[in-house]
């Protein structure tokens, strides 16, 4: 078994000049340079199941997420990672009231809710990310649980499936986040950096963004001793970095 496992974060799979964009080149060069290296997807469920009994599953295996719902997983990653028998888990900002399409974020066209159901049915899993992406650590009790109970359910009527992952939006929590989270999800994504262990917290899961990949040679690494060195060492600064961001809605600090 593992004594640690990655689990790689997206947003946008596009060229834009974004800290949450990812080359559609390069998705698709990493996904196959993984698979190549003998890489599995495991799914948030199997991955919270073993940590329950204290084992994380088999060398060489990752979990792939992507935060938003940015149209551009349906269109750049999900073909990618159909080809290569990969799976992901996409967290999805719902709206407050549901249309076709979910609200637009950052200027970027988001999944339809047909798009959504389609790649469900081809096994994409789908966690809840609240109804409107604020920090929920900036709102009273009452609102955090409206924003998160309000996508989980917006999602599980849609789908007709039970959600049982959540990522905090910019990845901040504080207890009284975490705890609803406890309440409502088996696990849920925080913004700390660095790699899932059996002693993870399951409603504080550590992720590795695409911020920090954004070279093959870093997925290259991924598979050696030295990849864990590697996020540990950018992890100091983005915690610092972290502590001093100012929380404005919006602000994605790396």
């Not at 991955?47 to 295996?61: A, D, H, K």
């Not at 076709?100 to 798009?115: F, Q």
Request: charged share 25%; aromatic share 12%.
């Amino acid at each position: 078994m593992a004594a640690s496992l990655p689990i790689l974060t997206f947003h946008a799979v596009d060229n834009r000049s974004s800290v949450i964009s990812f080359s559609p080149t390069l998705f698709a060069r990493g996904m196959a340079l993984l698979h190549d290296k003998g890489y599995r997807t495991v799914s948030l469920v199997e991955l919270i199941n073993g940590m329950r009994r204290s084992v994380l599953p088999p060398e060489r295996s990752i979990v792939i997420t992507f935060d938003d719902g940015y149209r551009s997983f349906y269109e750049h990653a999900f073909p990618v990672l159909q080809r290569h028998g990969m799976t992901a888990t996409v967290f999805l900002t719902v709206g407050k009231t549901k249309k076709k399409r979910l609200p637009t974020m950052e200027g970027r066209p988001m999944l339809s809710w047909s798009e959504i159901k389609e790649m469900h049915r081809a096994g994409i899993a789908f966690g809840a990310h609240t109804l409107t992406h604020p920090d929920l650590t900036l709102l009273p009790d009452e609102r955090i649980e409206a924003e998160v109970v309000g996508g989980k359910v917006a999602i599980e009527d849609a789908l007709d499936t039970p959600v049982t992952s959540f990522a905090y939006p910019f990845g901040r929590f504080d207890e009284r986040c975490r705890e609803i989270a406890r309440r409502h999800f088996i696990c849920a994504c925080s913004d700390k950096l660095g790699l899932v262990r059996t002693n993870s917290d399951f409603y504080a899961l550590q992720r590795v963004d695409s911020y920090y990949i954004r070279h093959e040679r870093f997925f290259d690494a991924i598979s050696t001793r030295f990849f864990p060195l590697y996020v540990c060492a950018r992890a100091v600064p983005r915690r610092f970095r972290r502590a001093v961001w100012p929380r404005i809605p919006g602000g994605f600090g790396k």
